[in-house]
Every structure is written in C-alpha cells, then in structure tokens.
C-alpha cells in the first residue's frame, strides 16, 4: 500500500468514525429531548391529581374555589326554553367547571330522600350497577371527591380514606373496603343523579348503573343494561332527528371535552320523584299547582375506564315564578303552543294546557304570544352557555 493511499484510508476511517460519533450524540440529545418532553407532560397532567391517584381530566385544575356554603343559596334553576319552532336537537355547549355539580338550599331534603332510597328494600329500582366495584365505579368517586374538596372547600374535607360532609358531619370511606358501592357514595355526596355508560356491543353505549332519585315516569330496573336508543324509544322524534348523532357523538367524546345540556319538563305536581308516568296523573285546576321542572345534565368521559358519566341536576320550580320574568313566559308560552301533537301527548300537555294558557293571557295582558325576534332564545340566568367543542347545536 503506497503511503498516499495510507493517508487517505486513514482520512476516511477518521471522518467516519468522527460522522457515527456526531450521528449518535446528535440521536442521544433526541431521544433525552423527547424523554424530558413526556416526563413534563406527565408532570402536569399529575398535578391535576390529589394523594398520588391519577385523575387526568383536565377541567378539575381549573376549578374556582366557592367560598363559604353553597347550601342556603337559593336555586338557580335554567331558563332554557326557547320560543317557535320546537326543534328536537343535542343542545349541547362545553362543560362550565364551576357549574358541575352544583348545590343550594333543597340539598337537605334532597340528600335525607337519597339515603332513604339507598336503604329501601327494592333499591335496585333506584340505584344500582351492573358491574361490581369496578374501574369506572372507583374512578367516578375519585373524580367526584376531587370536585367537590376543591370546589366546595368549607362544604368538603377529607380525613385518612374518609370524605366528610362538613355541616352534618356525615363521613364516607372513599377507598376500599368501602362501606357503600364506590356510585352509591359518589351520588350521595352530590345533589345531581349520577349514571355510568359504557361502549358495548356494536359500539353502542350502554347504562350499567345509576343513582336515580330524580326520575320523570321510570324505574331503574326497567332500563338498567339497555343501550341509549332503547332508553330514549319513548321519546317522540328520537329515532327520525337524534338517534345517529347521539350515537356518534358518545362514541366521539372526548376525556377533554366535557359538555352540557338542559332539559325542560312542565309538570302538573311539585314532586322531583316519579316512578309512574305523568299521563295518570289528575288535570291541573290551579296555576299554583303547576311546577316546571329543568334538568342541567353533563356528560363526561373518565380517562382511565373510559366509561362516560351522564349527571343530572334537576330543579324544580313554580309556574308562578314566571309572574316576575314575563319574557321568560312569553317565551315558554309561544314554545308550548308549538310543541307538535306527538311531543305534547308525550309532554302531557292535556293536564295543564288549560290553567297554563289562563294564566299567560291574565299575566302578559294579550291573547296570543308575541316574540321579539332578538329575545327569543332567552338567556339562562346560572350561566352563558359557551359553543360545544365537538360542534353540536
Ligand atoms: C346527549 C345526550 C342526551 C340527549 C340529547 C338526550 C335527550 C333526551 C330528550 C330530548 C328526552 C325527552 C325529554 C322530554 O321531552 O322531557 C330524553 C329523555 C330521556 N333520556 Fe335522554 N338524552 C341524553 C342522554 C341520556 C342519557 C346518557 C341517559 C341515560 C340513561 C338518558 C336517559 C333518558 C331517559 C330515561 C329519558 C326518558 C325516556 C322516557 O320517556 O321513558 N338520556 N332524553
């Protein structure tokens, strides 16, 4: 070998050797930039979390602590209703975290009437669960316990595995051994009823369980296993206008984003508890018997048993409140007379269509309602809806 040759082979085996030393630190910091960018990533998602359980759900890190008790305040029940056409939609906007689980001055009777329906011998028409104690159940009660420590801080503490319901002392475990089922605990600590959906058998969703002490004409037990559509059969229009996007939608939910919805009921009775369905109930003869009921309703997706939560926070109210927001009844008034046949039968409209209509001629002074076309969605008095993240009207 010429010593030229000699000095060029020992030029290549350098440059090569200098080129993998570079490729393979230039990889080193790659790999390390990547490893610390998922470590902060992971830090922050766990600063969402209490006590080393991981609750990855990112509304709970931005949650306004409510100073004091929310339990003598009155209620602030949704205004929800809109005038003119009736329109079967979603409805749906994003999740407030301040507006989750709310509280006001019906929470002892209603909290006396859950631990009452908790220990009736036929229980299961009112809570139960499918699925034993398992990840979903354990994590709806973490993440719920999460909310209301941090939101209601004088209303909540926690001591060791026990969570304690400061103005009654009451205490609950909150890690096994449990001393009720993970959901029945989580509902008895909210006023809202709580259920658990899960994606089963050709990616429909299903009800595995439920704390139901608000129910409009049904009983646990009969729809308990059921997928949506077969819940929601009775309901007028379902089929033809929600079915498919309700369908897609719960298959699209996101852990990230959570969503709301009203639901408005005129009732001919003031009771927030009915097994039966309204149609046998009496006709309605005076105004002051006649209650409207409204529901604030959230969807969630649990990050890790990825089960969706449905809560239902239901209000209850007198027609004659409506005496001090005409608008608000005018509008209610022009909705009902455009309920179709089908949603009024549904509605039981016959019970009450008399005194209702009486009423709005005497309290708004005319013969018919007129809507201002700027007023005619109304505005909610708890909130302002935000846009839903998934797109839904
Ligand atoms: C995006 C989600 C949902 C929408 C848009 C929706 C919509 C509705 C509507 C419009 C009604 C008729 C209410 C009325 O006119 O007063 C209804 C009834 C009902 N919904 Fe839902 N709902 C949703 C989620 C759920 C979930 C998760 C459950 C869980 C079990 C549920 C259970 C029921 C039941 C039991 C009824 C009464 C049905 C009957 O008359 O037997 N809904 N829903």
Not at 123 to 128: M, S
Not at 208 to 224: E, S, V
Request: aromatic share 10%.
């Amino acid at each position: 070998m010429s010593a030229s040759l000699v000095i060029q082979f020992r030029n290549n085996a350098s440059f090569l050797a200098v080129w993998t030393l570079s490729a393979s630190l230039l990889l080193g910091i790659l790999v390390g930039l990547r490893r610390l960018s998922r470590m902060r990533k992971e830090r922050e998602t766990n600063t969402n979390s209490r006590g080393g359980d991981e609750i990855k759900l990112p509304f709970l890190s931005n949650i306004v602590p409510f100073k004091g008790l929310p339990i003598y305040d009155k209620p602030e029940w949704p205004r929800c209703w809109k005038a003119g056409k009736y329109q079967l939609t979603m409805g749906l906007r994003k999740l407030d975290p301040d507006n989750w689980m709310t509280f006001d001055n019906q929470w002892e009777i209603e909290h006396k009437a859950k631990l009452e329906y908790a220990s009736r011998k036929d229980k299961e028409t009112i809570v139960d669960y499918l699925d034993g104690e398992d990840e979903a159940a354990v994590e709806l009660l973490e993440v719920i316990v999460t909310y209301i420590t941090r939101r209601y801080p004088d209303m909540f503490c926690l001591e060791g595995d026990q969570i304690i319901i400061i103005p009654i002392g009451e205490r609950y475990r909150i890690k096994a051994p449990y001393d009720r089922h993970p959901l029945e605990t989580a509902s008895l600590l909210v006023m809202d009823d709580l259920y658990i959906l899960k994606q089963g058998e050709g990616d429909l969703y299903y009800l595995r369980g439920a704390f139901l002490a608000a129910p409009t004409g049904w009983r646990l037990d009969q729809k308990i296993g059921w997928p949506l559509h077969q819940i929601h059969d009775p309901v007028p229009l379902w089929k033809e206008k929600l079915k498919k996007s309700m369908e897609r939608f719960f298959v699209n939910l996101k852990v990230n984003s959570p969503i709301q919805r009203n639901n408005l009921f005129v009732q001919p009775c003031g009771e927030i508890f009915h097994h039966d369905r309204f149609e046998s109930y009496p006709e309605v003869k005076r105004i002051e018997d006649l209650w409207i009921r409204t529901e604030l309703q959230s969807l969630c997706r649990l990050p890790r048993s990825k089960a969706v939560v449905f809560s239902v926070r239901t209000y209850m109210a007198k027609m004659t409140e409506l005496k001090e927001e005409p608008a608000a009844l005018e509008r209610l008034w022009d909705a009902v007379r455009n309920f179709p046949d089908i949603v009024s039968e549904y509605k039981s409209v016959q019970l009450w269509k008399d005194v209702f209509e009486a009423f709005c001629r005497e309290e708004l002074g005319k013969n018919e309602p007129e809507i201002d076309a700027n007023t005619r969605d109304g505005v909610t008095t708890a909130y302002q809806p935000k846009a839903c993240p998934a797109g839904f009207t």
